[in-house]
């Protein structure tokens, strides 16, 4: 494929003025919902075979959370697109003042394999929504997603508005050389610093949704019976492979045990008789083994199983960590989960400042002290209080990182802002002109000029 010619061909359709209407981009919008809700189980099959992802977790972390977030953007668009009347001041009277939003243009969206329908469609729907044009790049790591993504998309709409590339580096190399009015990227933080160094050749913004190690601490005021199954639910998820995945553990020395006994009833709840054949696999086999090769970095006192002609590895709790081992060196993007007692919380936060900001933070506790302390010192994209995963799961609130987890945010409105760029206008009146702003400046001119401008 042509990549200049596809970027062309997508200017010149922008430029035509077609996107620009309500009716064409909520009709858009309902188009992708009703060809998501009709291929549901095309979907739900290609991510069966690329990493044995069951269909009831597909609709709740893909397709569900997709039609949801059409279903959003098309009950709001109209109120999102009308211009915004701010106030003007009195310097610049007679006038009214105004910000008007305008789709940013073309744009480019490389999602990863980990949610490979959800981070690719629910910045589609910001595109849409927002009046852009967009190539579409999901990931070869997930080639019957992909597939299934192109012919879902190749379906309802010409490649002058939305394209899908399909392939690997090659085809990502070459699109980062063209020239996009916008760049969507959701991956890892290495790539993310490529994407943003080619970007910058063409002065294109961009938003990057990259990941991090994302802190657990689970106090000794915290239900820890409840707080060992939400976390068990946020590692058995998608086998780990999430970028909010809560990545290590704090837990009070206190609770230590009970926290064990605890993870391992959640397990055994999750898997009755052990059967753990419907839990997601590992993508391929280069993460496969480095995963394996994690579980040497502390002892293993749940789960610890692993299948490597399935790239299976059950969920697995790790104690005796190091701060130094290799497990905390990285981002797991694994369904292990390593251990550090406390007694102190102070020594969380501590730890936790002193290291990039991650892209999510979860806290488990009653103590209100303790939960201002915590969110009063630690920077972090999003996070959830006595639970994980779920706050990126909504369209109210905008979800992204902060340094090194990421820039920019979507969902719901903020997935309109992120494609739309606010012009600042002045409506100014023509029936009178001041004359305090030209010269000759005169002290009357100068009195007025600090009475209004002071």
């Known amino acids: 494929m042509n990549f200049s010619r596809l970027v062309k061909t997508q200017r010149t359709f922008f430029q035509s003025g077609a996107t620009r209407s309500h009716d064409f981009r909520c009709n858009a919008l309902v188009k992708l919902q009703n060809a998501v809700r009709e291929n549901a189980q095309l979907i739900a099959d290609a991510m069966l075979a690329d990493f044995n992802k069951c269909s009831d977790e597909v609709y709740m972390t893909e397709v569900g959370l997709v039609l949801d977030e059409a279903r959003f953007h098309i009950k709001h668009l109209r109120s999102w697109m009308k211009n915004k009347r701010v106030r003007t001041p009195l310097a610049q009277f007679p006038a009214i003042s105004f910000m008007s939003p305008e789709p940013q243009g073309v744009a480019l969206i490389m999602s990863p394999w ?106 000794a005021s915290a239900n820890v019976a409840l707080a060992a199954r939400r976390i068990a639910f946020g590692k058995v998820l998608n086998a780990g492979q999430t970028c909010v995945a809560p990545d290590y553990l704090f837990i009070h020395e206190s609770v230590k045990g009970q926290f064990i006994d605890a993870f391992k009833t959640a397990l055994e709840d999750f898997f009755p008789d052990g059967d753990m054949s419907a839990m997601n696999v590992i993508v391929n086999q280069k993460h496969y083994e480095r995963i394996c090769g994690l579980l040497k970095s502390g002892k293993i006192v749940a789960g610890g199983k692993t299948d490597e002609a399935r790239r299976f590895i059950a969920p697995t709790l790790l104690d005796n960590v190091s701060r130094t081992s290799a497990i905390m060196q990285e981002e797991i993007f694994g369904p292990l989960l390593p251990m550090i007692p406390f007694t102190d919380i102070q020594t969380c936060i501590d730890y936790i400042v002193q290291h990039p900001r991650p892209l999510a933070l979860y806290l488990f506790t009653s103590d209100k002290e303790t939960e201002a302390r915590v969110l009063g010192s630690c920077s972090f994209g999003g996070g959830c209080i006595n639970d994980t995963i779920i706050h990126l799961a909504t369209s109210h609130m905008p979800f992204g990182g902060v340094g090194d987890s990421g820039m920019g945010s979507y969902h719901g409105k903020a997935s309109f802002d992120t494609f739309t760029h606010y012009r600042s206008i002045v409506k100014k009146s023509t029936y009178v002109d001041l004359p305090v702003r030209y010269r000759p400046y005169t002290e009357w001119k100068r009195k007025l000029l600090r009475l209004f401008l002071r």
């Open 114 to 219: 980990n949610y490979p329908v959800l981070l690719c469609l629910e910045p589609l729907i910001g595109a849409i929504s927002s009046g852009c044009t967009a190539v579409v790049k999901p990931s070869a790591y997930t080639p019957k997603t992909s597939a299934a993504l192109a012919k879902i998309l190749g379906g309802i709409f010409p490649k002058e508005y939305i394209a899908v590339v399909e392939g690997g580096r090659e085809q990502n190399a070459a699109l980062l050389e063209e020239h996009f009015d916008y760049i969507f990227f959701t991956g890892s933080p290495a790539v993310g610093h490529l994407v943003m160094e080619k970007a910058a050749q063409h002065l294109t913004p961009v938003t990057l949704e990259l990941g991090g190690k994302s802190p657990v601490i689970v106090d």
